[in-house]
């Protein structure tokens, strides 16, 4: 099969999209099937040699060290590169509409070299051109955003409500092009139901198919530093609920000498650096990011504790990563997380920080029990997520979506109705 995988932002140190990109790509090329990834900045490193890269220039806005920079007057190449930044000066983010518009665009002369193309939750408008070409089109929702801009507005004060409203004006248009697509992939089934629920999807075109970890990698250590807690956050939002960690670790701290390894990109005088100053616990926490696998892996597999104190989470690609390493999760029971650990870790009501720091405790001082999860966990990684196993599902919902568009009628809108939802609004 010839696949195009299409995702806007794809380095892997973005987060969890950019993980799967990587590692789905090469499950699908170790399957004989042929694979070229199409993405936005910051493009992805270490792809499999196999998997053929191409590059989808936009005006990178965000980009460090200069995120929200004003572009020169020769970077401005095509109206979508206008209205990129006229977007980005209101106070939204373009990135999923302009790359699935650019994407759309490079694949109008190339459609035919394709069987499927496989969006990676950009769902912009541009797909939709996509679709009245009668191209096979797949769709992978992490989670709906629609989540993430519900619990930022409710933690915005007043006066920044509008612009973090603004910020998210893109979620009715991926609710709208969600409904358009035949087959919608889902990384577990808590995210599968809110997609249905936020995005008003159709349920039976909705598949599950989970994320999937390299068990060689992630894999347990002989060595665990005392004391040593890891948190990942791929983002600096209050979803990710480090602010509850900080302080359960604050009263953790005043029994057990305890520090956290925090992977993450903090904003600058954010929430996040504030409030560590406020609980005066700076000398407990530790900041990372860049990490390689190779890192990550050593730091997961070191630590006493893994903490995930999100608010919501559409899987969690990395309690699954600290399972696999043997390392004991304590866990919000929020989104799709209890589903993703079972019995294997401790789980908490979600922005707890007392919940949180007494299962912190108990563990620290149950050395058997930190093994019984670690090994329970190790187990867990190794017979559900495996990569392999995420390609061959995936392609059989390509098969899906190639046979919807052969039997389909000749609508643009065939595959669902226009209607308006909460979603819309």
């Not at 910051?42 to 460090?64: A, G, I, N, Q």
């Not at 925090?262 to 929430?271: D, I, M, R």
């Not at 100053?277 to 070191?302: K, M, Y």
């Not at 563990?363 to 930190?370: F, G, H, K, T, Y």
Request: proline share 7%; charged share 25%; net charge negative.
């Amino acid at each position: 099969m010839r696949i195009a995988l299409l995702s806007y932002r794809s380095k892997a140190h973005c987060g969890g999209q950019g993980v799967y990109v990587r590692y789905l790509s090469r499950g699908l090329v170790e399957l004989g099937h042929d694979v070229e990834v199409f993405s936005g900045q910051p493009y992805p490193e270490d792809l499999d040699p196999r998997v053929t890269l191409t590059k989808v220039p936009s005006l990178d806005l965000f980009r460090e060290p200069d995120p929200f920079r004003t572009p020169r007057r020769d970077e401005f190449h095509s109206a979508t590169d206008v209205l990129e930044y006229a977007l980005t000066l209101t106070g939204c983010f373009a990135e999923p509409l302009t790359f699935s518009l650019r994407a759309a665009a490079i694949l109008k002369d190339r459609a035919g070299e394709f069987d499927i193309v496989h969006d990676n939750q950009s769902l912009g408008y541009g797909l939709l051109s996509m679709m009245r070409r009668r191209i096979p089109l797949v769709a992978t929702v992490h989670h709906p955003i629609s989540r993430d801009r519900r619990v930022d507005l409710a933690a915005a004060p007043w006066r920044r409500k509008l612009s973090v409203a603004r910020w998210y004006s893109f979620v009715p248009m991926q609710a709208r092009v969600a409904r358009r697509i035949p087959v919608v992939l889902a990384v577990a089934g808590t995210s599968a139901a809110d997609s249905v629920a936020d995005f008003d999807i159709d349920p039976s075109r909705m598949r599950v198919v989970p994320l999937g970890v390299d068990t060689d990698v992630f894999a347990p250590s002989e060595t665990r530093v005392p004391g040593r807690i890891v948190a990942i956050a791929s983002a600096d939002r209050p979803l990710k609920g480090v602010v509850h960690l900080l302080e359960a670790l604050a009263k953790v701290r005043t029994e057990h000498d305890v520090h956290l390894q925090l992977v993450s990109h903090l904003e600058p005088g954010g929430a996040t650096e504030r409030r560590i100053a406020e609980l005066g616990i700076g000398d407990a926490v530790h900041v990372v990011n860049g990490l390689s696998d190779d890192e990550l892996a050593a730091l997961l597999a070191s630590a006493e504790i893994m903490c995930v104190p999100s608010l919501y989470e559409g899987f969690s690609l990395p309690t699954i990563e600290a399972m696999s390493c043997g390392t004991p999760v304590v866990a919000s029971r929020a989104g799709a997380l209890p589903e993703v650990v079972g019995d294997c870790a401790v789980l908490v009501e979600p922005g707890d920080p007392e919940a949180l720091a007494s299962a912190i405790r108990d563990l620290l001082e149950s050395p058997a029990e930190r093994a019984r999860l670690g090994d329970a966990g190790r187990r867990r990684a190794l017979d559900r997520y495996s990569w392999t196993s995420v390609a061959e599902a995936t392609v059989a919902a390509y098969t899906e979506a190639i046979d919807a568009v052969a039997t389909a009628p000749s609508s643009p809108t065939a595959f669902s109705p226009a209607r308006t939802t909460d979603a819309d609004r």
